[in-house]
Each structure stands twice: as structure tokens, then as C-alpha cells.
């Protein structure tokens, strides 16, 4: 149990373009879902914060018309990185907190970003 | 602030050697403390949720415990595969959405 996916698992794309990175909590109903960004042999920083039908929270310092997040449904969450730039080129994880009230996060497998 | 801080940073053990990891964390009301697996290039794994001190909880060669300024992941006879980086993080009771503030991790490198 506690599942989490995303897709795309690796992406590269040029300077310029936009890219969405999905997450989808498989077997349970997540309330909250978070966005994280970590750089090579650096722990998790956390981008924002998304409950299901209202609007992202987004950390101080992250820009929230770069990094669009919505998260429609109780098992879907979406990262869209916007005019993406070589600087955005990073892992992205997703994490989804249980509804049935338990506190654990779990996580998806990453996304590897590289923009050109 | 809520913070955590991990030691060491790195550590090699021979297969068979136990050990312990640490995890100091400051929070001004502790609503519970993860322990996550990560291994390169995939997500934190998740391992243990502790909530109070005298908790301990144990899984396979792990075994985590809690005190109230610190907790331990103890290995014992490690093996090859254990090899990863160890995350901890807390959860601070106030916050509403869950949000958890990670240690910067121990990397565990277990060789035969």
C-alpha cells in the first residue's frame, strides 16, 4: 500500500519550453500533496504545499508563476516548470500525506529534469 | 525554528559491523519524527514514524529510537544492500499541513 508515482520519470527539453511533471498517489486518497526540489547530494527543499481544490503554498523564494502546481483530484497532483531554464534543471519529488489521517508522507520515484 | 541535524555525514561500515545513526532535532512541539531510505536517483523510501520518546520501532537489521532531543536508526550487521543515504525529518504539531523539515542525511556505504 501507499503508493506514489510520476511521470515523466526523466525529461529533457530546450531553454524556453514548459514542462509537467504528474504525481498520483496509486492505492489512498491524499488530502495534501508536496512538491520537493533536490540538488546532487543535498537533502529534500521543500517548493510547495497543495491540498486538493485550493492553491498551492509556496515556500519563500519559490517563484509560483514559474513552478504552476494544481492539484485536481484527491490522487493527482501537477508540477508545471514554465519558460524552463538550465538553472531549473534539478530532481523534483512528489510526496502524499495518507487522508485517512496518518501523518507519514510517501514519496514518488522522482523526476530527473535537464533543461538544454 | 524546527531543525535537524544528522551525524555523521558519511559512514562506511564492513558488512556485519553494527553501528548507529544520529538525529538531533529542535521543534517547538513534536507531533512525530520520520526515518526514510533514499537510494540515488529514486525517492525517500519511508522506514518509521516515532511519536514519543521510549518509542522504539524495528524493522528487519533496523531499529529506531526516540528520545526527546534525539533519535537513532541502529544497523545491525549491516549488509551491502543496506548501503544508502538515511533521512530524518520532523513534524512539527502546529503545522496543519504536515509539513516535515529534513536532516541533510547519513551516507551509509556497507562493504563486503
Known amino acids: 500500500g501507499a503508493v506514489v508515482s510520476q511521470h515523466p520519470s526523466r525529461v529533457i527539453c530546450k531553454s524556453g519550453t514548459s514542462v509537467k511533471i504528474e504525481c498520483r498517489s496509486l492505492?489512498?486518497?491524499?488530502?495534501?500533496m508536496f512538491w520537493y526540489r533536490q540538488f546532487p547530494k543535498q537533502s529534500l527543499m521543500l517548493m510547495a504545499t497543495?491540498?486538493?481544490?485550493?492553491?498551492?503554498?509556496?515556500e519563500q523564494g519559490v517563484e509560483k508563476d514559474k513552478f504552476l502546481i494544481n492539484h485536481a483530484s484527491l490522487t493527482l497532483s501537477t508540477l508545471t516548470v514554465t519558460s524552463a531554464h538550465p538553472e531549473d534543471s534539478s530532481f523534483y519529488i512528489c510526496?502524499?500525506?495518507?487522508?485517512?489521517?496518518?501523518?507519514?508522507?510517501?514519496f514518488g520515484p522522482g523526476t530527473r529534469l535537464t533543461v538544454l | 525554528e524546527d531543525q535537524v541535524t544528522q551525524s555523521p555525514e558519511a559512514l562506511r561500515l564492513q558488512e556485519g559491523e553494527s553501528s548507529s545513526l544520529n538525529c538531533s532535532y529542535t521543534?517547538?512541539?513534536?507531533?512525530?519524527l520520520f526515518w526514510y531510505r533514499q537510494d540515488p536517483g529514486k525517492g525517500p523510501e519511508f522506514l518509521f514514524t516515532?511519536?514519543?520518546a521510549g518509542e522504539e520501532k524495528e524493522k528487519e537489521r533496523l531499529k529506531a529510537t526516540l528520545t526527546k532531543k534525539e533519535s537513532f536508526l541502529h544497523i545491525t550487521a549491516p549488509k551491502p544492500e543496506d548501503s544508502a543515504t538515511y533521512l530524518c525529518?520532523?513534524?512539527?504539531?502546529?503545522?496543519?499541513?504536515?509539513?516535515?523539515?529534513f536532516g541533510r542525511g547519513t551516507q551509509l556505504t556497507v562493504w563486503p
Open positions: 510526496s502524499a500525506r495518507d487522508r485517512a489521517g496518518a501523518d507519514t508522507q510517501y
Open positions: 492505492d489512498f486518497q491524499a488530502t495534501t
Open positions: 497543495s491540498n486538493e481544490g485550493s492553491k498551492a503554498t509556496y
Open positions: 521543534v517547538s512541539g513534536l507531533r512525530g
Open positions: 516515532l511519536y514519543s
Open positions: 525529518a520532523v513534524q512539527n504539531r502546529g503545522s496543519t499541513l504536515g509539513r516535515l523539515y
